[in-house]
C-alpha cells in the first residue's frame, strides 16, 4: 500500500491510526499542503484525488480517498483488531462520533477554509471547535469507557485524537471537556497512536520533531 499523507493533515492522522493498528505496512508519500501553493493542487495529485485532499491510499489495486472510507475497508479486509464494535447499538455509536468530529467539526477549521478568513481565521477555528466538543463532551458522558466507547479503541477514537491535536493547536481551552481530555490521554499512550503522531513522521519539519 502506498498512503498519500501530510503529517500535520488530522485527516492522514486517523488513516495512519487504522493502518498501524491493524499491523499494515506502507509506502509513505508526503503531500505538502503549504509549499509550492500546495502540492495537492499538482495535476498528477488531481488525477490520484480529484477532490486534491489528503489522504488517499493506493491498495489492493484500487485508490481510494476520504478517511473514513479507507477505514471502513481496512475494517472489512483486515478485520483484527476490530474498530467497530459488534453490538450494532455501540457500532452506531461509534459511527455518531466519528461523523460528529468528521462531519460537524473537521471541515470547519481545515486548511481550505480558514484560508478564506484571513484574520480571523484563529477565533474561527476556536468557536467551531468549542461548540462541536461541547456536544462531543456530552455524547461522550453517555458512551465512554476507557474509550469513547467502552474500552475498546474504535474507529470514534481514530477521529478524536487528532481533534483534539487541532484544538490544542488552535489553542482551544480544554477544560470544560473533562472526559475529552481524558480519553485522548489514554489513547495518546498506545503504540499505534504515538508511532502516528504528526511529530514522528518523514515529512514533518526539524523543529516540530518529537
Known amino acids: 500500500p502506498i498512503l498519500y499523507s501530510y503529517f500535520r493533515s488530522s485527516c492522514s492522522w486517523r488513516v ?7 499491523g499494515i505496512s506502507y509506502d509513505l508519500v508526503p503531500v505538502n499542503l503549504i509549499k509550492d501553493g500546495g502540492q495537492q ?21 484500487i485508490t481510494l480517498s476520504q478517511s473514513l472510507a479507507i477505514i471502513n475497508y481496512l475494517e472489512e479486509t483486515h478485520p483484527n483488531p476490530r474498530l467497530l464494535p459488534q453490538d450494532p447499538k455501540k457500532r452506531a455509536q461509534v459511527r455518531m462520533i ?25 477565533e474561527w477555528a476556536q468557536n ?3 461548540s462541536g466538543f461541547q456536544a462531543l463532551e456530552q455524547i461522550l458522558q453517555h458512551t465512554a469507557g476507557r474509550y469513547c466507547v467502552g474500552d475498546e479503541v474504535s474507529m470514534a477514537d481514530l477521529c478524536l485524537v487528532p ?6 493547536r488552535f489553542k482551544v481551552d480544554m477544560g470544560p471537556y473533562p472526559t475529552i ?4 490521554k489514554s489513547l495518546l499512550e498506545l503504540e499505534a ?5 504528526p511529530s514522528r513522521q ?7 520533531r518529537a
Do not use: W, Y
Not at 41 to 46: G, L, V, Y
Not at 99 to 122: A, F, R, T, W, Y
Not at 163 to 168: H, I, L
Open 41 to 61: 493542487f499538482s495535476a498528477e495529485f488531481k488525477a490520484l484525488n480529484p477532490m486534491q485532499q489528503v489522504p488517499a491510499l493506493k491498495i489492493d489495486g
Open 128 to 130: 467551531c471547535i468549542s
Open 163 to 168: 481533534q483534539v491535536a487541532n484544538a490544542e
Open 16 to 22: 495512519r491510526i487504522a493502518l498501524a493498528l491493524k
Open 181 to 184: 481530555t481524558r480519553i485522548n
Open 98 to 122: 466519528a461523523d460528529h468530529i468528521v462531519s460537524g467539526i473537521q471541515p470547519l477549521q481545515n486548511l481550505s477554509v480558514l484560508k478564506q478568513m484571513g484574520e480571523k481565521k484563529m
Open 193 to 197: 497512536f504515538k508511532i502516528s503522531h
Open 202 to 208: 518523514p515529512d514533518t519539519p526539524a523543529e516540530l
